[in-house]
């Protein structure tokens, strides 16, 4: 079985180092990126990366286009978990309803608790068919 792809969009490129050196830590996962958050084409290049989770890190939680890529996202790709982590605040948000005290642990947890619901909902789905 494929590891699950976490991709992974920074805004601050330091910031986004961090969280590279965290994620690929974790021999579970395999990580795309970090793409820049201010890329224009993230979106289109969803279909090709495939990832099971979307990690957007950014400097504030509140930051509007950040909250407009999530929410088109969730619209386009409805299969794919969306994380949001900000530098700026201690929490991490799950497709914005979710709000969890911020630590490195913390966020690989989350992760993995994703990817777990998409791969229970996909055995869901093949047991319908």
């Known amino acids: 079985m494929p590891k699950p792809r976490v991709l992974l969009l ?15 830590s974790e021999e579970e996962v395999e990580l ?21 989770v979307v990690v957007i890190a950014d400097e504030r939680l509140q930051n509007e286009k950040a909250a407009e890529l999530t929410t088109t996202i969730i619209e386009k790709h409805p299969e794919i978990s ?6 700026s605040e201690n929490v991490i948000r799950i497709v914005s309803t979710h709000t969890l005290p911020a630590r ?3 966020l690989l947890e989350t992760i993995h608790s994703c990817i777990a619901q998409a791969r229970a909902a996909d055995k869901s789905d093949d047991s319908e068919i």
């Open 104 to 106: 490195g642990d913390n």
């Open 10 to 24: 920074c805004s601050q490129y330091l910031f986004g180092e961090s969280m590279e050196a965290i994620l690929r």
């Open 82 to 87: 969306m994380i949001r982590t900000a530098l």
């Open 32 to 52: 795309i990126g970090p793409w820049n958050l201010g890329d224009q084409d993230i979106v289109e290049r969803l279909v090709e990366a495939r990832p099971s």
